[in-house]
Nanobody
């Protein structure tokens, strides 16, 4: 079964940066579009960013455009999300998503 394992979350001050990683296994990673989705307790999930299988086409929610960068290393079966200029409203659990498959998530907290 598909396995997605996120890492890289943590506590950061406003204006800071974090880089999330998602280690993918048990499927042909390089053949699939991937996404990052975030969720705050009590609220519905918010799509953040997506990337095509080859890594040359990317998509972003307006809320993160210009601050976040999605990328992938198909040789290493890993998806990334570079997050810069973080804001308190970016606080959420971040999930790596392939279709209906979600990882366990990594918590990002932006606070002074």
């Amino acid at each position: 079964e598909v396995q997605l394992v996120e890492s890289g979350g943590g506590l950061v001050q406003p204006g800071g940066s974090l880089r999330l990683s998602c280690a993918a296994s048990r499927f042909t990673f390089g053949s699939y579009r991937m996404s990052w989705v975030r969720q705050v307790p009590g609220k519905g999930p918010e799509w953040v960013s997506g990337i095509n299988s080859g890594g040359d086409v990317t998509y972003y929610a307006d809320s993160v455009k210009g601050r976040f960068t999605i990328s992938r290393d198909n040789a290493a079966n890993t998806l990334y999300l570079q997050m810069n200029s973080l804001k308190p409203e970016d606080t959420a659990a971040y999930y790596c998503v392939l279709g209906s498959y979600w990882g366990q998530g990594t918590q990002v907290t932006v606070s002074s």
